[in-house]
């Protein structure tokens, strides 16, 4: 429920700066109301949306509380203790360490009734902590200052870490941005990058998210599909932080008003490397940039790693054996499609087979594949792409994505004359893949006597070995969960993530979680009739095809991954 700012009765600093003419008693108590709100200092609310003179404020509050105010233009950022605090602490409370004397901390605040940070701060120090009172405009700049001149983000750095680590971007229209690399080729800058993409490699993480806001600036990994921030460098950084990941991945750095996509190899050693795939966003404070690592190792782990049931995995293999006819993989952005793809690609990868791949970008590079990057830009679409493969004495294609009514027909085509293809679609089921087909404007019969095997995968968390725990269930949320009467009656062991220093929270690594579907005699009929996406997803589990939901209780009865993560990444 709002509260009304005419029935805030004022007192304590709001009163005094009221009496001392530094504010109008209505300003004053919307200004008490809303810091109150926002969990913010009233001295920095007031501050900030230059309601008040903040040096008029810090000596109004100074008389208040009998405090001397001090100057902080008299201090230097090398002139205070250094690691101290936690920057974080420092952010939180709006507090600054001044000096130390003995077991003493002074810390400079702009608001002497903030008893919590001198709390929180004797805490994280262990020494005893005294305020000392300071204009809050000049205390904010102070803190900029200081975490500039202490920036610890690139401390401890082991060069040993970095040594023998190359990289190098994709192709350069031009020698604009070597000209100006050096301009930002500050070593400490290249350490640091160089360092967070070493350590989201060590870590498992899929993606880097390089984020610059109004005020700060966050660094975030995506380990085992969940985001977790490992970095906060100053905003100052930002502009270097952009320039250095850009020139790594050879894009213009003086261009920042277009996103731009590119590419980063990190050789690791003479046998292994890793490839990033970098794309540049124009956000309101700055250019985000995301890089999603590619382990071309990821394509050659083998099927039995995956996470296929045993019937699931002879589906596969069967239908690539075939020579002919369309594999369909399916799911959301970050379901392991690739991986799938790639891996099938990888056991079809034989000298006596020609395989070609259009992709938007090529993301795992195979020795032994013709692969191309798709531009529309200059004319080359899947469209185009496919048509050129035809022609090329194909054995293999594969089309990265089915994205309009074109590249499916080609694509149904090339399936329809002897060729194999493999290709993705953006749905949620194998049946909706179906009817989405359909609805770009397939003929029924041809996709009924093209497609022969429908993959829909999502990635569910594994439990860590280490530590998940058993727990135990009601049966009747068991049954209302999904799980059958018959497993029910077998038994079997529920677990629940725990947590411990090898693992992220209780979980480590990726599952994938599949609903594989052959298209038999009976469902290619149903498509000729145009059977809606339910009537199909019924007629599959009559034929035992289990769904993505089953098939993720399958996971939890197995005790590779639990029912929350399950119900995370699966729904009926």
């Not at 400490?188 to 989201?200: E, G, M, Q, S, T």
Request: net charge negative.
């Amino acid at each position: 429920m709002a509260t009304n700012s005419s029935n805030v009765t004022l007192t304590g600093l709001a009163r005094r700066f009221v009496d001392d003419g530094l504010l109008d008693e209505d300003v004053a108590k919307e200004a008490f109301l809303q810091s109150s709100q926002n969990r913010i200092p009233l001295i920095t609310y007031l501050a900030q949306n230059q309601l008040a003179d903040s040096a008029k404020l810090a000596f109004s509050a100074a008389m208040e509380f009998g405090m001397p105010v001090l100057n902080l233009d008299a201090f230097l950022p090398d002139m205070m203790p250094e690691k101290v605090v936690d920057e974080k602490l420092i952010r939180k409370h709006n507090a600054l360490p001044l000096f130390k004397r003995g077991n003493r901390l002074f810390i400079a605040v702009s608001d002497p009734t903030n008893i919590q940070a001198l709390d929180e701060m004797k805490f994280n120090t262990g020494l005893s902590t005294d305020a000392v009172l300071v204009d809050d405009a000049k205390l904010r700049a102070a803190i900029d200052r200081y975490l500039d001149a202490h920036d610890t983000a690139m401390d401890g750095l082991d060069d040993a870490d970095l040594e023998g680590v190359e990289t190098e971007g994709g192709e350069q229209d031009d020698d604009e941005s070597a000209v100006t690399a050096s301009d930002v080729d500050d070593a400490p800058i290249v350490k640091y990058v160089n360092k967070l993409l070493l350590d989201a490699i060590r870590t498992g993480a899929s993606d880097i998210h390089f984020e610059p806001y109004e005020k700060t600036y966050r660094v975030r990994y995506r380990t085992d599909g969940i985001l977790k921030e490992v970095s906060r460098p100053s905003i100052k950084l930002a502009p270097k932080i952009a320039a250095r990941v850009k020139i790594m991945a050879q894009l213009d750095i003086s261009e920042r008003r277009v996103p731009q996509d590119g590419r980063i190899k990190m050789k690791l050693s003479k046998t292994k490397a890793i490839d990033f795939r970098v794309n540049t966003l124009p956000t309101l404070w700055g250019e985000k940039i995301v890089l999603r690592i590619l382990d071309p190792s990821q394509a050659k782990l083998g099927i039995d790693v995956l996470g296929y049931e045993e019937d699931q995995k002879q589906l596969y293999l069967e239908a690539l054996e075939q020579p002919q006819g369309m594999i369909l993989v399916t799911g959301p952005t970050g379901s392991g499609k690739t991986v799938s793809l790639y891996t099938g690609l990888n056991i079809l990868n034989t000298t006596e087979r020609n395989i070609s791949t259009a992709e938007d970008p090529a993301e795992i590079n195979l020795e032994g594949i013709n692969q191309v990057n798709v531009n529309p830009k200059v004319g080359l679409g899947f469209a185009e792409a496919l048509r050129a493969f035809l022609r090329q004495d194909p054995d293999v294609i594969m089309v990265g994505e089915i994205r309009d009514l074109e590249t499916a027909n080609i694509a149904i085509k090339a399936a329809q004359t002897g060729h194999l293809v493999l290709s993705t679609l953006h749905t949620n089921s194998a049946a909706e893949t179906l009817t989405r087909l359909m609805n770009m404007g397939v003929p029924a019969f041809n996709i009924a006597t093209s497609v022969s095997l429908i993959i829909a995968q999502r990635l569910g968390r594994r439990l860590c070995s280490s530590c998940k725990q058993p727990m135990e269930v009601p049966r009747d949320v068991l049954l209302k969960e999904g799980f059958t009467e018959e497993q029910i009656d077998t038994g079997f062991t529920l677990y629940r993530p725990k947590g411990c220093d090898k693992c992220n929270g209780g979980y480590k690594g990726r599952v994938g979680i599949y609903e594989v579907v052959k298209v038999t005699d009976t469902l290619a009929n149903m498509i000729m009739e145009e059977a809606s996406s339910i009537q199909i997803a019924k007629q599959a589990q009559a034929e035992g095809f289990r769904t993505l939901r089953q098939s993720a209780l399958l996971k939890v009865i197995q005790g590779v991954t639990s029912l929350e993560e399950a119900n995370r990444v699966t729904k009926d």
